[in-house]
């Protein structure tokens, strides 16, 4: 169940440990970290970050620094092959490098971040040799990277059955960033006692803001005559159904796609769609972009749109809710939690075509509505203030090391 809030009756000492984190990160889970170790900090605890580094090219890491961050080497991505780079283990030299600032650190409570990676798994297996307290988070459960694949999708069912279900019963406290987590991991057996939703949260004083002179002009966009799009270029993020939708849309034929994110495999067959739909000259793909590059082209945005087929939370959507974006979203896994249909924006299913092009063209022809959209976001975001989310967590620490049951 929801945690709820508290301050810590004392000084904590965490260390939390996570696959990715800035500037070595290529989402927004290791930003989740960062921002929610920085909020702790703020309020006089002790945190320090054992992290992976996903742009490791060898096998040693570059080691720490002064504010009690280790990183952990892990496997390069092979070349050709992006949409793995989520999934590779530590190298040798990571593992003992892992094991050995975890056997240091004198932290009393473990929290672990990222259930389902090679990392994050083997320091629950270290905390449970070392007989160390541990919070698990889980931000999505364990799915193949490649969606055509049964054999893997077979593997990491059983995954989660077997070596999951060991690691998940051994935490003292497992967290889920959305309701649809939680009840996932209440069908693989974990014990609903021990289980508390904590959505993750956003820092609202760094989201929000971003004028970065130019930006449009360099992708040949214009203020409010663009749909937005921001993830990884992957399958399960539907930017395919957007494309088709996008395509559908009766406007003026200078309305732009922007499709803001690092390639996961997957951008040749985007590229592919856009040019068979005669695309070319209306769909941008930028890359990968910064806060405050992001803030920006949200703020000038036509739509924000958010058609994930998967999505255990949806970061993008809070930035979105931020920055004011009028949001056209799937109504996949936690997108759901934070989008309010006729509320917060308009949600139509996943995968939908015709449900998405119709979502995207009712806000075109009815800028009020778009407007009350807007208007909403920067309310609705701030029942996922990052202050509060820490609270929730600092509440989960305080139960755990005195030895209660969650709430």
């Not at 440990?17 to 002790?46: C, H, Q, W």
């Not at 799915?143 to 690691?167: A, E, F, H, M």
């Not at 040949?220 to 930017?239: D, M």
């Amino acid at each position: 169940m929801a945690a709820g809030e508290s301050s810590p009756d004392k000084e904590r000492t965490v260390c939390m440990i996570t696959p990715e984190y800035p500037p070595n990160n290529i989402g927004g889970g290791g930003v989740v970290v960062m921002d929610l170790a920085n909020e702790m900090r703020s309020r006089g605890a002790k945190v320090d970050i054992i992290s992976g580094n996903y742009l490791s090219k060898g096998p040693v890491g570059k080691g720490g620094d002064a504010n009690g961050l280790e990183w952990v080497p892990l496997v390069p991505t092979p070349d050709g092959h992006p949409e793995l780079r989520t999934v590779l283990p530590p190298t040798p030299r990571g593992l003992v490098d892992l094991f050995s600032h975890m056997r240091r650190t004198e932290a009393e409570l473990f929290h672990l971040h990222g259930y389902g990676h090679l990392m994050v798994d083997s320091a629950a297996l270290i905390c449970r040799l070392l007989g160390r307290r541990y919070v698990m988070t889980v931000h999505g459960l364990p799915r193949s990277p490649d969606q055509n694949s049964g054999l893997v999708s077979k593997v990491y069912s059983v995954y989660n059955r077997t070596v999951g279900r060991w690691i998940l019963g051994g935490a003292s406290r497992v967290t889920g960033i959305s309701w649809s987590i939680v009840e996932e991991l209440g069908k693989m057996g974990v014990d609903r006692k021990k289980m508390t939703m904590v959505h993750n949260g956003i820092d609202l004083s760094r989201a929000c803001e971003g004028n970065v002179p130019g930006l449009l002009d360099r992708f040949g966009l214009a203020h409010g005559k663009y749909v937005l799009a921001i993830g990884a270029l992957h399958p399960r993020k539907g930017f395919h159904v957007l494309v088709r939708a996008f395509a559908g849309l009766s406007t003026e034929r200078d309305l732009k796609l922007a499709i803001v994110g690092n390639d996961a495999g997957y951008a040749p067959v985007l590229k592919a769609l856009v040019d068979e739909l005669g695309l070319q000259d209306r769909v941008v793909f930028t890359g990968y972009m910064g806060d405050e590059e992001k803030a920006t082209l949200i703020a000038n945005s036509t739509i924000l749109a958010v058609p994930s087929l998967v999505e255990p939370f949806g970061l993008v959507t809070l930035e979105g809710l931020c920055g004011g974006a009028c949001l056209v979203v799937s109504s996949a896994d936690g997108i759901k939690e934070i989008v309010r249909h006729g509320i917060d924006g308009e949600v139509c299913p996943p995968g939908d075509v015709e449900g998405l092009q119709a979502a995207m063209q009712k806000v075109l022809d009815d800028p009020a509505l778009a407007r009350r959209y807007r208007e909403n976001g920067p309310i609705r975001v701030r029942d996922f203030d990052l202050k509060r989310i820490a609270g929730l967590y600092l509440q989960v620490y305080s139960e755990v090391l005195s030895g209660r049951s969650g709430k």
